[in-house]
Structure formats: C-alpha cells, structure tokens
C-alpha cells in the first residue's frame, strides 16, 4: 500500500508570493491534516479535511487555506509569504475516525526568502 | 482545548540501556488517547506505540511500553534495549474522542550512543 506522498519535497520562495503544496492521502483514507513543524515549537495544527470538508482550523491567520478533493487529495496554500513561514509543513492521513492513527508524509521543506 | 508538554528537549541513552521519555497533558475531555510518534532524521513521522485513556494497563510494543498515570495526566515512554536506530525526535500527542485534531508536544531529540 503506498503512503502518504507529498509534492514538492522542496521550495523556495520569496516574501510575498504564494505557495501550493500538496498531499495524497493512503487509499481509502478520507481525513487529512495539515501541520506547520518548526524547530522549537513542534507541530502546529493548521487544519483538517475530510470528505472535502474543514472540520477543524487550528490557530493560523486567514493567509493559509486548503482544500480537499473528491479523491481525498489536499492542497495547502499559503498567500503572501512571511519570512516566518518557512518551515516543514506535514501532511497526514487517516480513516477519520476516533482512534484513527495518522500517517504522515515526508513533508515539504519550505524556505522563504 | 489540549495541551501537551514535553519537558525534556534532549536525552540521551548507551546503546542497550533503558531511557523514559516524559509527557504531561491536560484535557478536559473524558475520553481520549495518547500516542507517541518518532521522528527519524529521513522526517518521516511514524507511530510508535498508542494508549487508549479508558485502558488502566500500559501499552506495550517490543521494547516500547507506556507508564500511563491517568490521575497525575502523565504519559511516558520507555525504551528498553535501545538501539542506534532508535535515534529521532519523539513526540507525544494527544486526541480528543469528541475532536479530530492531534496535539502534539514540542519533542524531544532522543541520542544514541554506541
């Protein structure tokens, strides 16, 4: 079964543009969450689709949105890039129930310049 | 709301010595689980042993056990024998019943020493 791929691996981008990042989920998986990872302040929830529904946002100013397809993929997009945003930003998958493990991706480096 | 608090940023172990990593958490939930994830440095994240908070006994997998302390909200993990591939980040997190958002401690950069 293939895991959780995320596309790119790398960015680099400067302050100002806007980045789309993107997340396939496992097969059969309907819930995925989204996780900004810097150094020092572990993951920080962005937020959580599932079914092409948010269903949870997490703490980040209107700047980051994403979306979810019929075919459980995810896309995040951040707008007008801060110096702050790079980081590693985490995509994870699961069935979307309770108890549900999440399954993550290799993640997406993403420096801002 | 959930907290989750990782008080160790780095530890370090002897190769086939015993380490315990710790976690607090609060909730104000009554039905929760708590999860311990590894970090290696190739970033993918994956789980290493979770515990359902209705469950008195500790978790076990292979040389990974919990020590669960439901009233003192503690929740660490021990690992036994370690190996050099045990090398990573942990991390601990905690997931509401009613919720479906994880939340995760800050880590902690587990060292191996050979």
């Known amino acids: 079964k293939a895991g959780v791929t995320q596309t790119p691996r790398y960015l680099i981008k400067t302050r100002g543009q806007q980045v789309t990042l993107s997340c396939s989920p496992i097969s059969g998986h309907r819930s995925v969450s989204w996780y900004q990872q810097t150094p020092g302040q572990g993951l920080q929830f962005l937020f959580e689709y599932f079914s092409e529904t948010q269903r949870n946002k997490g703490n980040f100013p209107g700047r980051f949105s994403g979306r979810q397809f019929s075919n459980s993929r995810s896309e995040m997009n951040v707008s007008t890039l801060e110096l702050g945003d790079s980081a590693l930003y985490l995509c994870?998958?699961?069935?979307?129930?309770?108890?549900?493990?999440?399954?993550f991706g290799p993640g997406t480096r993403l420096t801002v310049l | 709301a959930q907290t989750v608090t990782q008080s160790q940023p780095e530890m370090s172990v002897q190769e086939a010595e015993t380490v315990t990593l710790s976690c607090t958490y609060d909730?104000?939930?009554?039905?929760?689980?708590l999860f311990w994830y590894k970090q290696p440095p190739s970033r993918q994240m994956i789980l290493v042993i979770r515990?359902?908070?209705?469950?008195?006994q500790n978790a076990t997998e292979n040389r990974f056990s919990v020590n669960f302390q439901k009233a003192a909200k503690s929740f660490s993990l021990k690992i036994s024998d370690s190996q050099l591939g045990d090398a990573a980040m942990y991390f601990c997190?905690?997931?509401?019943?009613?919720?479906?958002?994880?939340?995760f401690g800050t880590g902690t950069s587990l060292t191996v020493i050979p």
């Open positions: 994870a998958s699961s069935r979307g129930g309770p108890y549900n493990e999440q399954f």
């Open positions: 909730t104000s939930e009554s039905d929760y689980y």
């Open positions: 515990q359902e908070a209705y469950k008195q």
């Open positions: 997190a905690c997931l509401a019943n009613t919720g479906n958002q994880f939340y």
